[in-house]
């Protein structure tokens, strides 16, 4: 068992109070400030340095279940396509965010939900549904202040680790 770590339980803390404040919250000026909290809070989830690769959540396990129903002779081509579908998440979610292009982040955060629970990226699937439930709502705070600066550290994570990952042995791609 890991011992607790006090930094993330504290933003984790912080992160409920912010939903239960938001709860009580309504003018648009309480509603701006909130978003500034939010957003201060997501940069500060980002130098956690107890989640020195970026992933809060990830089963390994379940990666190497997709890597072995592939097989020696498609892990390879799987990894490959993995790294090029994940990329594709990530210029698009980007693009959709920086844009507001709510079609583009709907797509990207649909495939993302897909790619991340298959791969057993916990948090980074909990993060493409949020981003995706955002876009739905057309939510600019929650996409650009709470929800991308978190899911491209995570998805970069991924993509890293992929990346890294060696095709097991007797594959023939």
Known sequence: ????????????????????????????????VLDRLQAATAQLSLRTPSQPIGLRDFDPACFRRLLDLAGPGMAGTLLTHLVADLGNCRTLTRAGAAGLDWDALREGS?????????????????????????????????????????LLAELDALIALVRATPAPEGDIS
């Open 1 to 32: 068992m890991t011992s607790p770590d006090p930094l993330a339980e504290a933003m984790d803390d912080l992160r409920r109070a912010i939903a239960v404040l938001s709860q009580h919250l309504s003018t648009p000026d309480d509603l701006a």
């Open 110 to 150: 649909h495939v993302l939900i897909s790619l991340a629970g298959s791969v057993g990226a916990v948090s980074l699937q909990a993060l493409a549904e949020a981003l995706n439930t955002a876009a739905h709502r057309q939510d600019v705070a929650a996409t650009q202040g709470l929800l991308m600066p978190s």
